[in-house]
Nanobody, 123 residues
Framework: VQLVESGGGLVQAGGSLRLSCAASGLSFSGSGIGWFRQAPGKAREFVAG????????SYADSVKGRFTISRDNAKKTMYLQMNSLKPEDTAVYLCAAAPGSNFVKDIRSYAYWGQGTLVTVSS
C-alpha cells in the first residue's frame, strides 16, 4: 500500500492550496479516507475525512467552511482544497486510509499513512 501526497508549499495568509493524495495497493473505494496535520511540537490532529460509503463527511471545527475534502475513486485519489489559509494552518499534512471504516474522525481507524507534505502559511 502506498499513499503519496503532493501540492504543499508556501502561501500567504488568505491564499489557497489544493493537496492531492494518490493511493495504490488497496481497495480505495472501500476505504474511509482522511487528512490529518501535525505542527512542530504538537500532536497529530484530524482535519477532514470521508467514510468509505461517502455518506459521512467530517471536518475539524478549525477548518469548517474553509477546507473541502473530496475523493475520485476512479483515479484512487483524494483531495483537500484549502481556502482562506491562516498562519495557524502551517503543518505537515498527511493523508490516510481506513479500509472499510466509517469512523473517519478516529485516528485509530487508519491503517495506512502517507509521508506528508508541508504547508507553510506566512502572515
Amino acid at each position: 500500500v502506498q499513499l503519496v501526497e503532493s501540492g504543499g508549499g508556501l502561501v500567504q495568509a488568505g491564499g489557497s492550496l489544493r493537496l492531492s493524495c494518490a493511493a495504490s495497493g488497496l481497495s480505495f473505494s472501500g476505504s474511509g479516507i482522511g487528512w490529518f496535520r501535525q505542527a512542530p511540537g504538537k500532536a497529530r490532529e484530524f482535519v477532514a475525512g470521508i467514510s468509505w460509503s461517502g455518506s459521512l463527511i467530517s471536518y475539524a471545527d478549525s477548518v469548517k467552511g474553509r477546507f473541502t475534502i473530496s475523493r475520485d475513486n476512479a483515479k484512487k485519489t483524494m483531495y483537500l482544497q484549502m481556502n482562506s489559509l491562516k498562519p495557524e494552518d502551517t503543518a505537515v499534512y498527511l493523508c490516510a486510509a481506513a479500509p472499510g471504516s466509517n469512523f473517519v474522525k478516529d485516528i485509530r481507524s487508519y491503517a495506512y499513512w502517507g509521508q506528508g507534505t508541508l504547508v507553510t502559511v506566512s502572515s
